[in-house]
C-alpha cells in the first residue's frame, strides 16, 4: 500500500496580497500527476486546507475541483483530510457528504463522548489501514480531558484524546493492518518556519511531546509545522510542510511531500519506508540584498541587473532597507528600478540597528506583527510602557489573554 502526506495547503490565501490560485493550481496539477505515475493508494492532507476559517468560494471551488479531477486520473484512490487550526471545523464539515461521494474522508471536530468518530477504517481491494485522523485541537475540545488538581492541562487533553482514539481504533485492527496517526499541532522540538506561522499559545502550551503518539503507530502524518522535518529523530513522525513558500524566510526551502510504502514482510511484521517528493516551485521567492543591508543606490541598482530570463512565472520580491538611508525618494527611486520588470514586488523592510554590539537587526515591518506570539506582545507592552517597565507579566494576565485568545479561536470557528 502506497501512502502520499501532505499539509498546510493554504487555499485562498494571499502573499503579501498577490492571489495564490495559480501557484496552488500548478500544484495541483504535479501532485496529481505524482499519484496516478506512483500509483499511490491514499492521499492525507494534514490540516490548514484553507488560509482562513472564512475562505472565498474560489478557494473552496478550488478543492472541490482538484477532489474531481484526481478521482478521474485515480479512480481507486482514498483522501483523508483533517481540519487545521486555520480552517473552520464547521465548514468543511458541511462538504462532508458531498466529498464522501468521492472517497474524501472529512475530520473536522473531535468528539470526548465518541473518540471513535476520527477512527477511520479503510478494508477495499488496494487499501488496508486504520487511520486517527484526529483534527486541530482547541482548549474546548479536550476541557474535560484537561483537568487536574493543578487546574487546566491542555497538553494533558490532548494526549488523551490521543489514548482514547488509538484505543477505539487497535480494538477490531488485525496485526499486519497499519495504523497510521494524522494530527495537527506543534510537537516539541519542531523547527519553526519563521515569520509564516501562526504561533498561538493555548492553555498555557504550545506544543506536546511525541509521546503522545501510540507506539503501535506505523507512520504519524502532522501538519501545522511549515517546514517539512522528522520528529524526535523518527524517521515515521513527520511534518510534510507547506507545498511552497509561505514566507521569505522560506525562499531556500526544498518543500515536499512525504510518499509512504507499507509491506508486510515474511515473518509478519509490518514494514515502513518513507521518501520524500520534492515539489518544483512555480513563482521564486526573491530578498534582496541577500545579506546586509545596502545603500539605496546599490539596492536599486541590483534591483535592475535581476535577470529574470530564467522564471517561467513572476516571483515574488522583497527588498531591505536601511533605516539609516534617510533620502526621501526611496519608494519612488525602488519603483522605477522595478519598472517593466514581471515581479509581484512584495514591499521594502526598514532595518534598524539597535544592539551595536552584536549588530542585531529589527525589522519594522507591521506585516510581521500578526505571527508574533500574543504573550510575546504583551511582554513586549510591559517593556514599552514607562510606568510597567522591568515589571513581569502577573501569571493572571497571562490566563486571561489566554482565555481570550481560545474564545476568538472559538468565535472564528462558528
Known sequence: MKVLH????????????????QEHQQFFNWLIDTLANENVDL????????HTATPAASAENQLYQFVKDVKKRCPNLHIVIIAGNHDSANRIMTAQPLLAQFDTHVVGRFDVNNPDGVVIRLNTDFINTHIIAMPFLRASDVSLLSNNENGQDYAQGIAKAYQLSTECALQDKPAITPLIVMGHLHAKGGDISSDSERNLVIGGEDAVTAQVFSTNADYVALGHLHKAQKVAKSDFIRYSGTPMPM???????????????FKTSEKGTIETTVNPLYIPRTNDVILLPEGDCVPLAQLCEQITELDLSNHAHAPYLRVKLSAGDTDTTFREQIENALENKDIHFCGIE????????????????????????PHTLLEQ?????KDLAGEEVSNELKSLLTNVIAELEEQEQQ
Not at 507592552?381 to 510602557?385: L, P, T
Request: aromatic share 12%; charged share 20%.
Open 43 to 50: 492521499l492525507l492532507v494534514s490540516g490548514d486546507i484553507y
Open 381 to 385: 507592552a510591559f517593556a514599552a510602557n
Open 350 to 373: 526598514r532595518v534598524r540597528q539597535t544592539n551595536k554590539e552584536h549588530n542585531t537587526p529589527v525589522f519594522e515591518d507591521l506585516t510581521q506583527v500578526e505571527m508574533l506570539n
Open 247 to 261: 514566507s521569505f524566510s522560506e525562499r531556500h526551502y526544498q518543500h515536499q511531500v512525504c510518499l509512504i510504502e
Open 6 to 21: 501532505t499539509s498546510d495547503w493554504h487555499l485562498g490565501q494571499h502573499f503579501y496580497e498577490h492571489s495564490r490560485s
